[in-house]
């Protein structure tokens, strides 16, 4: 099936700084979302970006599919920003895998005061 | 608008029991996927549900079934029970074709004792 690479694994910084997270993908996709996993487990949609560019208040985020690679990027970070941080990809002409997707490992993201 | 909805938040199990989960869907949606997250791993697919039938499955053994009823909710039933289903459960819903967003529910964290 599709690979899914996170990087950094963990991520660690001090309130105020920026940061960017990565996610490469092996095959072509049809969609691909972001998600902030919060203590309690809840995945929380960040972005659906199966390509371009969008941004919501301090998070953007950037895929550029030709290249298999998307970027999410957290400005000015709070400590509320703290927790896990997915990237999933549902592959793209192959009828087993349509509709299910694939996580990477994630981001441990901390952000101390 | 009640996003999607989990129950039970929790359960106790012992090896070798049988357990089932509920999901109801976001409202206006027809397609509800289920995932199971082990601990400092991304969700894996399980099953996706579509119009009452399983339409794409993981890799994940006959103990894992499920069932999608008219009004698009879902349930998960897992058989003899083994130590290793110890496991967040998520549910996804998503609107009928492939590559469409999918929002998550808060989980039901499974521990088989």
Redesign the interface.
């Known amino acids: 099936g599709i690979q ?1 690479e996170q990087s950094p694994p963990d991520l660690i910084l001090q309130e105020g700084a920026n940061s960017t997270l990565r996610c490469n993908f092996s095959d072509s996709v ?2 691909l ?1 972001w ?1 902030h996993q919060n203590p ?4 929380i ?1 960040l972005f ?1 970006i ?1 390509s371009g560019t969008k941004q919501n208040g301090r998070l953007s985020a950037t895929t550029v599919a030709t290249e298999r690679y998307s970027l999410l990027y957290i400005s000015s970070s709070q400590t509320t920003d703290s927790g896990v941080y ?1 990237c ?1 990809v ?1 592959p ?1 002409g192959r009828g ?11 981001t441990q993201l901390t952000v101390w005061p | 608008d009640a996003g999607v909805t989990q129950s039970p938040t929790h359960l106790i199990k012992t090896r070798g029991q049988q357990v089932t989960l509920r999901c109801s869907p976001k409202s206006g949606h027809d ?1 509800v ?1 289920w ?1 199971q ?1 082990a601990l400092g ?5 399980i099953f ?1 549900y ?1 119009e009452e039938e399983e ?2 499955r ?1 890799n994940f053994p006959d103990r894992f079934s499920g069932h999608q009823f008219p009004n698009y909710s879902s349930e998960l039933n897992v058989n003899a029970l083994l130590l290793g289903d110890s496991a ?1 459960y ?1 549910c ?1 819903s ?1 609107l009928g074709g ?10 039901t ?1 499974l521990s088989v004792l």
């Open positions: 899914v049809n969609n979302q998600f309690w487990g809840q995945l949609n659906y199966p997915f999933a549902e793209t087993s895998t349509l509709g299910r997707l694939y996580f990477g490992r994630g | 397609t996927s995932y997250q791993q991304g969700p894996q697919f996706q579509y339409r794409q993981g967040l998520l996804a998503s492939f590559g469409n967003i999918q929002y998550f529910g808060a989980g964290r």
